[in-house]
């Protein structure tokens, strides 16, 4: 017999029954659990993974020089693995063993490709171990969420939307349930919009198999990305969440879903408005503010879909709170979509311009993220995975105690988690912008707010502990069930009619129970229209509803979209910013290759608090040539937009060697690589020829001898190096190029422009074997060292 499926609301049998004229024929299938026992076992694998590198991280930024200093172990480079992690790895398989599970039973059909399901699975490990290979290695996009480089974006890209998303949609359409339940209008929506954001967020010219640089730069970069990184929450971490939380809680709760009203209200509004929010994560940048604006308005509408989701949750629990006392899979559901509410109030409210102002950059945002992820798509997948793995396993689960035990210890070390990081960021927050009655910082020192926080840093530590603690109970009690399993496992015949061809709807003509009122006509319609018998017309077709799903994420995005990349004037040029010199090229692509981004923002607000510690404030026009941009979303350390000049080679070069030997009690790790590997200049070509297709203007020196360009303005600074008291030959090592950006950041708003040439000079004969050192060199160079005093005593 087939299984029953939760109901979309009272009175729902009645509409649904299948009402065909064709002769009902009875047809025979199994459902497919081999395919949801491999993602369940990879999320709970993966989902330890996850955490245990989450830990770690924060131990290193406590203890930055307990790996002595190992590139691929340093806190820049495994941040975004962490983030990776959890997200696509541990959350992203547990989407797909809630989706497999759920859809084959909501369609009352097998998955309609084994093959592509076992691609799918396969494939989808494949992108998660290149991840967890290339991203310590330092090969990155720098990117939020979308580090991955553009050989595996293309596989992801494959692998989710002709191998995942085919193998969905052609089950919708070969399903024996007529009407598409409330859960699979979530799974569609997430095919359909992470399949856009991807694509789009990842467009790249190659110059390498391991680099590529966006089309886009600067602003428009910055808002491309966070369109793709607000709405990877929303269409990653949310939708397909709450397509798991509409089909498995009310399984858990053995009660229908609350209202069905109110699942298509919050299913249209969310998909539409979300889209909209991103640019709320830029506010007081050098984004248009008009787009700013629109991002605030539309993360404020955001509330209202959100909570109805969150009351639909809660209230399909009617009647069945007694089992929450004593279930500890509705536990973690109750806590689940408790985190749901709390982040979803949270996320409004710190859109809000003037709250955005003061946790902007600050821990406060890492412990926002931190309840969503832990409380919201933790518990979700902890209370699906505990309702599931018995029924996959086909025996009971090993230890209920233990399953209290980890729902007691993950809720404990989430408070102790987010906690501490929610006062860290209060007291960032307060402690940048403080000021004395004479107008001055209190704080001018940046290191001195870092080291206020560390001890609530460790209080975090302690409460990664225990939320680790808790996936190691999962792991092991979900281990010791497996074992636990029948010799072969029993595989059910079901039966359901195939769906007719010709549907005749027979539901009645609704009338409106104001029709004997003395109202207007168009009152009458509207009480009609929201019964939403039109919505039942659209559950019967899947590939009509995936299109008005995608016009409505489309749709949305162009309303954002069209004027920032159309309107030249959202972004004024400024005359002096030219485009980086090939080494200084190079060394922006080492400070992007070793995740500085994550530390260090390039971004002064016009607040009084920045411009005082930092210097004049970042304008639109200074990012044209920056693929990717470096905004950044946090300051562990100082922000670097005004860098340029503001400390000699040599202090930089000191620095990397060892932070605390210029900046007592700095959490930075030391960078003794970047001093001791060699440069390889003739590396640097390819990039600069990118950066010309994309329109940086460079002289055909710069293209055709690029190595000895770069090897020139190397020279020259590692001449500087030795003037201060610097090793020699510190232009062979990669330390010099990074040495060169930095020295290059934020300088050119303040350069003058030079005069129109009249005539042009003649060039001096070269003498073979001449050190590039000569006077006219030097002087022409906009580079060297002195160039670079002076444009910071012009600031």
Known sequence: MATG?????????????????????????????????????????????????????AVLLVLP????????????????LHTNAAIF???????????????????????????????????????????????????????????????????????????????????????????????????????????????????VIPAGWFKGYSIY?????????????????????????LGLMYYFLPKAAERPVFSYKLSIIHFWSLVFIYIWAGPHHLHYTALPEWASTIGMLFSLMLWMPSWGGMINGLLTLRGAWHKVAADPVLKFFVVGVTFYGMSTFEGPMLSIKSINAFTHYTDWTIAHVHAGALGWNGFMVFGMLYWMLPRLFQ?????????????????????????????????????WRAMDDTGHLMYPDFIETTQSIVPLWWLRVVGGVLYVSGMLMLGLNAMMTWMGRPAEYENPVHTAPRLSKSYVDHTPTPTSPIDDAPVLELGKKVSIWSQMGWHRRWERLPVRFTVFTTIAVVVATLF??????????????????????????AGRHIFVSEGCYNCHSQMIRPIVSETKRYGEYSKPGEF???????????????????????????????????????????????????????????AIAPHVKVAAYLGAEYTEEDLNNTAEVAYKQAEYIAADIVAQGGPAKAYEKQAIALI????????????????????????????????????????????????????????
Not at 65 to 80: K, N, V
Not at 653 to 664: A, C, I, L, R
């Open 5 to 57: 499926t939760p109901t979309n609301g009272p009175g729902d049998a009645a509409l649904s029954s299948d009402s065909g004229t064709e002769e009902v024929r009875l047809e025979q299938f199994q459902y497919d659990d081999g395919i949801v026992r491999l993602f369940a076992t990879a999320t709970i694998v993966w989902g330890i993974v996850a955490t245990l590198v989450g830990l770690i991280v």
């Open 65 to 80: 020089s307990i790996t002595g200093g190992l590139p691929w172990f340093s806190f820049a480079r495994l941040r975004p």
């Open 89 to 203: 790895a541990f959350a992203g398989n547990g989407i797909f063993a809630a989706v497999y599970y759920s859809t084959q039973r909501l369609c009352k059909a097998r998955m309609w490709s084994d093959v592509l399901s076992r691609m799918h699975f396969w494939g989808w490990q494949l992108v998660i171990v290149s991840a967890a290979i290339t991203l310590p290695l330092g090969i990155t996009q720098s990117r939020e969420y979308a580090e991955l480089e553009w050989p595996i974006d293309i596989l992801i890209a494959v692998v989710w939307l002709f191998i995942f998303g085919g193998n969905f949609l052609m089950t919708l359409i070969k399903r024996r349930e007529r009407h598409m339940y409330v859960a699979l209008w979530f799974y569609i929506a997430t095919i359909v919009t992470v399949a856009l954001l991807h694509v789009f967020n990842n467009l």
């Open 217 to 241: 730069a600067g602003v428009q970069d910055a808002f491309m990305q966070w369109w793709y990184g607000h709405n990877a929450v929303a269409f990653f971490l949310t939708t397909p969440f």
């Open 395 to 431: 025996t009971k689960m090993w230890s209920e105690k233990l399953v209290s035990l980890h729902f007691w210890t993950g809720t404990i070390g989430i408070l102790l988690y987010i906690i501490p990081i929610y006062a860290a960021g209060l007291m960032q927050g307060w402690m």
């Open 560 to 585: 954002e979209v069209i004027p920032t990349f159309l309107i030249r004037s959202n972004v004024p040029t400024i005359a002096t910013v030219k485009p980086y010199t090939p080494l200084e090229l």
């Open 624 to 682: 044209i040539y920056d693929r990717p941009f470096q905004w950044g979303s946090r300051r562990i350390g100082p922000d670097l937009a005004r860098e340029g000049g503001k400390q000699s080679s040599f202090w930089h070069w000191t620095h990397f060697e060892n932070p605390e030997n210029v900046s007592p009690g700095s959490v930075m790790p030391a960078y003794g690589h970047l001093l001791t590997e060699d440069m390889n200049y003739d």
């Open 740 to 795: 060169a950006y930095l020295q290059r950041v934020g300088v050119d708003l303040f350069a003058t422009e030079e005069p129109a040439a009249t005539e042009e000079p003649a060039a001096p004969e070269a003498v073979e074997g001449e050190e590039a050192e000569t006077t006219e060199e030097v002087a022409d160079g906009d580079f060297t060292p002195e160039a670079s005093s002076e444009d910071a005593a012009a600031k």
